[in-house]
């Protein structure tokens, strides 16, 4: 197949980027391929750092040769011969793997200067990460990848146009590209032929958090929250009513039992002012305060900000300090008209998502969790039993 064709069948199939932003994989690699260059490269993003989220990790260290192939499809398709999976630190098993996997690739001839006898060349290199979540965006990614402290890049330009070393990249998740082998082997109707509306092919579920069966759980999109929680989790692990889930990672929204009926779809959670993100699913019991939890998403916001931008560099540190006058009860009402003000501060001047999404979950809790603020708790549905199995589960707050 010529690399136009490798391209075009990716981007029917529907497959979207599985970091979080759900961008179209063919479209990316399409604006690479057209980018006239001497030199193109593929980066794979596997810096897994969401709450949560395990799935990338499974992958590399059960399956890595699904990683490498599905890496040197993507350089055949955009004309790139070089590629480099960034690891975060924390995954020593999966660098051990990865890195023996890579090294038989190329003895075995799937990766060097005559890939499988085609006379086409690929080569790729991993590199660890030092811990820091931002990089896990792709430009403070690509920073990093250079030797350099990992700072949010401004766009334009896209990677896609000018990214490692200034040059043309594709930059996807491990689970986009694992993904490509299977719709190269497949065809792009079979693979998009699962899933729902835009949310094409299946997403992996990662159930974690105070859940009775923990672990991962692969499906088309159009699974609900209440089914991944109560068909596959099992419930809440301490058999105590639910209350909350967040779904996305520490950025994501925290949602009551009342949108548990929400499909998982990128399009569907965004009109929840929600984030399908990387799939991890954190589930709360009625135990859980969600305003230690807001600031929770401000604290680890302030902790892990790259300093790049202002609003995000002080806004969420300033954003901790409110919430804490909050939780202590002082002038809750004005501070809480402050918040309002910092998260919509944040939302729209931040340069990244690590500062555009801290208020997601921020005013989520707000919203759905207002007696945790002080303020009038929200009129709540009826009490439902659920089943799993034949053990009824309440997953109201109400008794």
Known sequence: MTPEQIVEEVTNSGLRGRGGAGFPTGIKWKTVLNAPADQKYIVCNADEGDSGTFADRMIMEGDPFVLIEGMTIAGFAVGATSGYIYLRSEYPHAFKTMKRAIQIAYEKGYLGSNVAGSGKKFDLDIRLGAGAYICGEETSLLESLEGKRGQIRPKPPLPAIEGLFGKP?????????????????????????????????TLTIQLAGNIKYGGLVEKAFGLTLR?????????????????AVQVGGPLGAYFPESL?????????????????????IVVFDDTVDLARQARFAMEFCAIESCGKCTPCRIGSTRGVEVLDRIIQNQDRSKNLEILDDLCEL???????????????????????FPEDFGRP?????????IYHGSEPKLVSLTT
Do not use: W
């Open 169 to 201: 990249t594709a930059v996807n998740n491990v689970i986009s590209l694992a993904t490509v082998p299977i719709v190269m082997d497949k065809g792009a109707a079979y693979y998009r032929d699962f899933g729902m509306g835009r949310s094409r092919g």
């Open 227 to 243: 089914d991944a929680i109560f068909d596959f989790g099992g419930g809440t692990a301490t058999c105590r009513p639910f209350r």
């Open 377 to 385: 708790a929200a009129k709540l549905p009826p009490a439902r039993l």
């Open 346 to 368: 944040l939302l729209d001047g931040s340069l990244c998502a690590l500062g555009g999404l801290t208020p997601y979950p921020v005013l989520s809790a707000v919203k759905y």
């Open 260 to 280: 548990l009926d929400t499909p998982l779809d990128y399009e569907a959670f965004a009109a929840q002012k929600g984030l399908v993100g990387h799939g991890g």
